[in-house]
Structure formats: structure tokens, C-alpha cells
């Protein structure tokens, strides 16, 4: 009657160690198409992105005027974890804000490290407490962190009319 039960147990044991592997491929997969997902066209993108300038350049240009409305490409620092309400970028050592207009639409949670060109105006504004808070909390920023927002800051913006991720 022992042999039978170890067996049986060993026979199960076995059997669930299978599932396991099968199920990690299934995972595998799984992440394989959210990160297939991630690429594509977010609100109005009828326009041609061949014509983007770099980071660098939207800098240059914001050197003579206030505002420009543009094409620019970069690569994607962050997303808002909550909904994809809003991105980050890097221009050299300048931070951008990239917000969507008229909040029509979103870009996926996971859409960091990812190559994006957008379409819209790029300006500098004063972002308030309560505002860096909310992106803070949004990008599920420590306590600590939080605590140190103190004051408004100067925070270059782009308020993109569609988003092309690749």
C-alpha cells in the first residue's frame, strides 16, 4: 500500500512539474504579445513622421521663442502606472512632460525604454506642488521622495496630438 501511495505522489509530483513548464511558456508568450501590443499609433497620427526632429533640436528651437509646435522623436522615460495619462522624456538634461490633448487618449503603462515620435506644441511651464505630486504618485514614487517636493518648478512640456511608439 506504500508503494502505491509514493507513487501516486511521485506520478503527481511529476505531472505538476510539467503544468509548471507549460505554464511558464504560456506566461513567456503571454509577455511576448503585451510587448508586441506596446507599438503602434495612439490619437491623431496622420502626419509624417519622417520629418521629427531630435530632442536636442526641440531644445535648439526653444531657445528663440516660448512655444513651437513640432514633430519629435525620443525614446520614453516613464508612463503614468495609473491609466498612461501621461509620458516622460529626456531632452539632454531636461525632463519633459509629455501630456495628451484634450486627455483623448493614452499610451500603455508599460511604454518606458520605447521609441516614440509625437506630433504637437512644446512650451515651458510652471508645474505646481500639487501637480508634481500627482505625476509622482502617478510613476508610484517612495514617500520620501514625495516629501521632497516642495516648491513649484520650470518643467518643459509637450502637449502631443498623437503618439507613434515603435
Not at 508503494?3 to 505538476?16: D, E, G, M, N, R
Not at 508586441?36 to 526653444?62: F, H, K, P, R, V
Request: proline letters at 1%.
Amino acid at each position: 500500500m506504500k508503494k502505491v501511495f509514493y507513487t501516486i505522489a511521485i506520478a503527481t509530483l511529476l505531472a505538476s512539474c510539467g503544468q509548471k513548464t507549460e505554464n511558464h511558456e504560456e506566461t513567456t508568450t503571454v509577455a511576448e504579445e503585451t510587448e508586441a501590443t506596446i507599438a503602434g499609433n495612439y490619437g491623431d497620427t496622420d502626419w509624417d513622421a519622417s520629418q521629427a526632429i531630435s530632442m536636442e533640436a526641440l531644445l535648439d528651437s526653444l531657445q528663440n521663442t516660448d512655444s513651437i509646435y513640432t514633430t519629435v522623436s525620443g525614446t520614453i522615460d516613464a508612463a503614468c502606472q495609473a491609466k498612461g495619462c501621461w509620458m516622460s522624456m529626456t531632452a539632454g538634461e531636461q525632463d519633459m512632460t509629455v501630456k495628451f490633448k484634450d486627455y483623448g487618449f493614452f499610451v500603455p503603462k508599460n511604454s518606458a525604454n520605447h521609441d516614440a515620435t509625437m506630433r504637437g506644441w512644446a512650451y515651458a511651464e510652471t508645474v505646481s506642488i500639487a501637480e508634481q505630486v500627482e505625476h509622482a504618485k502617478d510613476a508610484e514614487a517612495t514617500a520620501e521622495e514625495i516629501a521632497q517636493i516642495t516648491e513649484p518648478k520650470l518643467n518643459m512640456t509637450f502637449m502631443a496630438d498623437g503618439v507613434v511608439i515603435k
